[in-house]
């Protein structure tokens, strides 16, 4: 007999159309945590621009991989999938459906699917490489390879800290990730069973909640939170500092441009943004696509809860 597969509850769809408010209802109705599949969540102080759950909203629910990195340190696919996989087992060990809440595409499709990525071997022999330069050579040489890569980094590093130095080094080296052509799913072996919840919107409609949430984010201060996180010694060139709403707001606060442009630059990139998201779930038939437009919050609530308990006792009997 073959080996059941363990369980995973997916919640996925583009940016600004709800998911946090319908997480929080199904965490507390199943009784389980939220893991964060958004990749800019996981980086400290970095808030309002990511649209990070509030404090009284992650007291209602524990999350996890949420303010767990500094700015500078880079985040990947392959660690978004190792993690996860190390929380749904804990989390199903305790007896509660791991419940994943997020909308970056690649890293769900990875996970879901059980692709095979080589970043991070090749990142600890690049790693590695770089140390042995810095033994024959010194510490110069890296910030001279590093000044010649990404100049605002290695004015920003000086030629002291080599990890750091290796590290900006390693960013821009492996910044662009891309997915395997081969998955376990594509072999037969998905790596869980796994019930998959997408919410969509009408675009005319998602795009006015984009444009609308993008105003709302000026208004509670993001550009004091950009401000104050620069102030801290965060660079422009820091890998959160290049999302969405950060990298724009940033050259506001730079005079580069004024403030309605860089509201209106955020929207424009959100709405891209949202437009990518929707690309790689395409990707992915085995979402099973809810219209938040159609119903009303309670009554979509309950469809859905509806749909997994049943996915629960079809487990269940299985067992």
Request: some cysteine.
């Amino acid at each position: 007999m073959a080996e059941k597969k363990p369980p995973l509850l997916v919640l996925l769809g583009p940016t600004a159309v709800g998911k946090t408010a319908l997480s929080l209802s199904l965490a507390e109705a199943l009784g389980t945590d939220i893991i964060s599949g958004d990749s800019m969540l996981v980086y400290r102080g970095f808030d309002i621009g990511s649209a990070k759950p509030s404090p009284a909203e992650q007291a209602r629910v524990r999350h996890h991989l949420v303010d767990v990195l500094d700015a500078d340190a880079s985040f990947s696919v392959t660690a978004f999938v190792t993690c996860v996989s190390e929380l749904a087992a804990a989390q199903t060990a305790a007896g509660r459906i791991p419940f994943v809440v997020g909308g970056t595409g690649l890293y769900l499709k990875a996970l879901l699917e059980g692709y095979d990525f080589n970043e991070t071997g090749a990142h600890i022999c690049f790693r590695r490489a770089m140390e042995g330069v810095a033994e024959r050579r010194g510490n110069i040489r890296i910030h001279a390879l590093l000044a010649r890569r990404d100049p605002a980094a290695a004015q920003r590093l000086g030629g002291h800290n080599l990890r750091r130095m290796i590290r900006a080094l390693e960013v821009v080296r492996y910044g662009g990730e891309h997915i395997s052509r081969e998955s376990a799913m594509q072999a037969g072996r998905a790596p869980y069973d796994a019930f998959v919840i997408g919410l969509h919107r009408e675009r005319a409609h998602l795009y006015a909640r984009i444009n609308a949430r993008v105003e709302a984010m000026f208004a509670a201060g993001l550009a004091d939170e950009v401000a104050a996180l620069m102030a801290c010694g965060i660079g422009r060139d820091a890998p959160a500092m290049k999302g969405i709403g950060y990298k724009e707001t940033a050259a506001y606060l730079a005079g580069e441009m004024c403030c309605l442009d860089a509201v209106a630059a955020i929207q424009t990139a959100t709405r891209h943004f949202a437009k990518r998201q929707m690309t790689w779930y395409r990707k992915m038939p085995y979402i099973r696509w809810y219209d938040a437009d159609g119903a009303d919050e309670a009554d979509l609530l309950h469809q859905i809860l509806t749909d997994v308990r049943v996915w629960q006792e079809k487990r269940e009997r299985s067992a």
